[in-house]
Structure formats: structure tokens, C-alpha cells
């Protein structure tokens, strides 16, 4: 159980190009998911939370319009990167924490990522 | 400023031995810590939590130890098989949904 899907798993594109990464929770319902960003060799740094329903919640120093956040539905939330430049390339990862199962102490969990690379 | 460390890049260790991971924190806010366990080009797989009102979680051969007073957790893995070899993150909450990961470390079991 507690299955994330992230679609897609790679993308190149060229500079200018806005990419659509998607996050499934596949066997629960999440309210809350998460997208984070990797650069080489360094730690997962959160991004921003992703509520269903409601606007995302930013990280101070991430650009908003840039990283358009959507969370539709209880299963679905999906991260824009608009307008990419080289130096958006990175690895991108979202979690979601399943929402039934109480307590603020439930892991989150992960999907498997996005390779960004803009030309 | 790096709120959760850790401080070994990487690791290597005789299959059958024992493998600690340390982490360290510097936030005394946290009350939940957390060990993923990451393949190339995967996602982080939760392996195990530990509450701060307790010192200990064990789950097969992982075990967890926190030490609030010198904020310190580590991760113990017995005995230690080669498909343990990954990249290990700690990562603390304090209350509310938001992880901070440290930088990870590496680890490399030897057959």
C-alpha cells in the first residue's frame, strides 16, 4: 500500500518550454502532498505543500508563478514549471501523506521523481 | 543553515556486520524523526520513525536511537546484506507536515 506515482519519469526540453510533472496518490486518498527539489549530492528541499482545494503553500526563496501548484482532487496534484531555463534542470520528487490515517506522525510517501532537463 | 546533518558522506561495511548511520539536529523543536532509503533515480522508500517521547524503535534488522539531550539519532542495520546498499536520508518534523532531510550518506555493503 501507500503507492505515489510521478509521471514523468524524464523530460528534455528546450529552454522557454513548460513542463507538467504529475503526482498520484494510487491506493489512498492524500489532502496533502508535497513537491521537493534535489540538486546533485545535496539534500531534498521542500518546495512547497500542495492542499487540496486551497492554494499551495511556498517555501521562502521558491517562486510562485514560476512553479504553478495545482491540487485538484484527493489523488492528484501537479507541479508546472513554466517558462524552464537551463537552470531549473533538477531533479524533482513529491510525497503525500495518506489522509486516513490519523496523527501527524504518518510518514510521507514518496514517488519515484522527475529528471528536468532544459537544453 | 542546516538544521539535520549528516556528517559521513559514506559508508562501507562487511555483509553480516553492523552499519550505523548518524544524524544530527539542531532544532530542539523536532518531535519526529524519520530514515528513507533511496536507489538511483527512485524515490525515497520510508524504512522506519521514532517519536521524541521515546529513545528506541526496532523493525526487523533496523533500529532507530534517539538521543534527545546531544540531538542526535542514528540507524542501526543488523546484520548488514548487500541490498542495503543506498543512499540513506534522516529527516525531522516538528509538529506539522514539513520534513527536513539531511544530506544523506551513502552506504556500501560488501559481500
Known amino acids: 500500500g501507500a503507492v505515489v506515482s510521478q509521471h514523468p519519469s524524464r523530460v528534455i526540453c528546450k529552454s522557454g518550454t513548460s513542463v507538467k510533472i504529475e503526482c498520484r496518490s494510487l491506493d489512498f486518498q492524500a489532502t496533502t502532498m508535497f513537491w521537493y527539489r534535489q540538486f546533485p549530492k545535496k539534500s531534498l528541499m521542500l518546495m512547497a505543500t500542495?492542499?487540496?482545494?486551497?492554494?499551495?503553500?511556498?517555501e521562502q526563496g521558491v517562486e510562485k508563478d514560476k512553479f504553478l501548484i495545482n491540487h485538484a482532487s484527493l489523488t492528484l496534484s501537479t507541479l508546472t514549471v513554466t517558462s524552464a531555463h537551463p537552470e531549473d534542470s533538477s531533479f524533482y520528487i513529491c510525497?503525500?501523506?495518506?489522509?486516513?490515517?490519523?496523527?501527524?506522525?504518518?510518514?510521507?510517501?514518496f514517488g519515484d521523481g522527475t529528471r528536468l532537463s532544459i537544453l | 543553515d542546516q538544521q539535520v546533518k549528516q556528517n559521513s558522506p559514506s559508508l562501507s561495511v562487511q555483509e553480516g556486520r553492523i552499519s550505523i548511520l548518524n544524524c544530527d539536529y539542531t532544532?530542539?523543536?523536532?518531535?519526529?524523526f524519520l530514515w528513507y532509503k533511496k536507489y538511483p533515480a527512485e524515490g525515497p522508500t520510508f524504512l522506519i520513525s521514532?517519536?521524541?517521547?521515546?529513545d528506541k524503535n526496532e523493525d526487523g534488522r533496523f533500529t532507530v536511537f534517539l538521543n534527545k539531550s546531544a540531538k542526535h539519532l542514528s540507524l542501526h542495520i543488523v546484520p548488514s546484506q548487500p541490498g542495503d546498499s543506498a543512499v540513506y536520508f534522516c529527516a525531522a518534523s516538528s509538529g506539522t507536515y514539513k520534513y527536513i532531510f539531511g544530506t544523506g550518506t551513502r552506504l556500501k555493503v560488501l559481500a
Open positions: 532544532n530542539s523543536m523536532f518531535d519526529y
Open positions: 500542495s492542499n487540496e482545494g486551497s492554494k499551495a503553500t511556498y
Open positions: 510525497s503525500a501523506r495518506d489522509r486516513g490515517r490519523g496523527g501527524n506522525n504518518q510518514p510521507q510517501h
Open positions: 521514532i517519536s521524541s517521547i521515546k
